[in-house]
């Protein structure tokens, strides 16, 4: 059972300095999210300003805050109560006005055509039903609206790495075990063949690796074990790009015709 709580105990560390593994997220996945997002936004707006934006499982707010610095009216939801207390607090410090509401993805608390923009990152793995989440984006999005996904796909290499290596693996593990399962990953044919039942069009789909280096990074990973490194120094040799493998996590967008 995919052990979602993680998110709650480690919620105080979202935007400390101290070692978590959720630098993971902030330092290797965040900075490529919104990267791929403002590369298609800027080709699809003439402007941000006003856009609507729902940040579905927003966590502490990564992706949110970055987002909304561009003008952008966000708004993020989440079931972690703590997550959203860690993301409440600093957007007020650093001045945003941010919407955070707790909530699930499967019950979105919004009325039809809401947003132009939905951001489904790190979520659909996680959750309980991914079809229905994106039943209810699709519901929640305007037409000519975007929705923009990251996750892990099913196969052996993303067991290998994402299961074994990071999570079970005594000598490389750097994430408690079960914050990701492997049954709960998705293939790029499922979530694109449910998106197009929903009635998106789906632009692209893209691969997300590590520079990656075998031995030298399960030397790293060891390092991290014994407490040699730590995961912000850990994350300067784990930064992720895009590519047309997608064995292991993927990114993409997806268009709501009108």
């Known amino acids: 059972m995919i052990d979602n709580k993680f998110y709650d105990r480690e919620a105080e560390h979202w935007w400390s300095s101290k070692d978590s593994p959720l630098m993971l997220i902030r330092y290797t996945m965040n900075p490529l999210r919104l990267e791929y997002v403002l590369k298609h936004l800027d080709e699809e707006f003439l402007t941000f300003e006003g856009l609507q934006v729902l940040d579905v499982g927003c966590g502490g707010g990564f992706l949110t805050e970055e987002i909304a610095k561009y ?16 993301a409440r607090s600093h957007a007020e410090k650093i001045g945003l006005r941010i919407q955070y509401l707790e909530g699930i ?42 929705l923009f996904f990251e996750t892990v796909n099913r196969t052996l290499f993303s067991f290998f790495v994402v299961v074994f290596l990071l999570q079970e693996c005594e000598f490389t ?51 991290k074990v014994k407490r040699k490194i730590g995961y912000e120094e850990l994350c300067k040799f784990f930064k992720c790009h895009t590519t047309k493998y997608t064995g292991l996590c993927y990114i993409g967008c997806a268009w709501k015709p009108r």
């Open 105 to 146: 993805g499967e019950q979105l608390p919004f009325p039809d055509s809401t947003f132009d923009i939905v951001f489904c990152c790190d979520v659909l793995e996680h959750v309980t039903d991914y079809q229905e989440v994106l039943k209810e984006v699709h519901r929640v999005l305007r037409p000519g609206g975007w």
């Open 173 to 223: 593990s750097i994430i408690p075990r079960n914050v990701h399962c492997w049954g709960s990953f998705i293939k790029p044919e499922e979530l694109q063949k449910t998106l197009q039942a929903l009635g998106f069009s789906v632009k692209e789909i893209l691969g997300i690796m590590p520079g990656w280096n075998f031995l030298y990074h399960i030397i790293l990973l060891r390092r």
């Open 71 to 86: 003008g952008l009216k966000a708004v993020g939801i989440d079931p972690s109560a703590p997550s959203l207390e860690a």
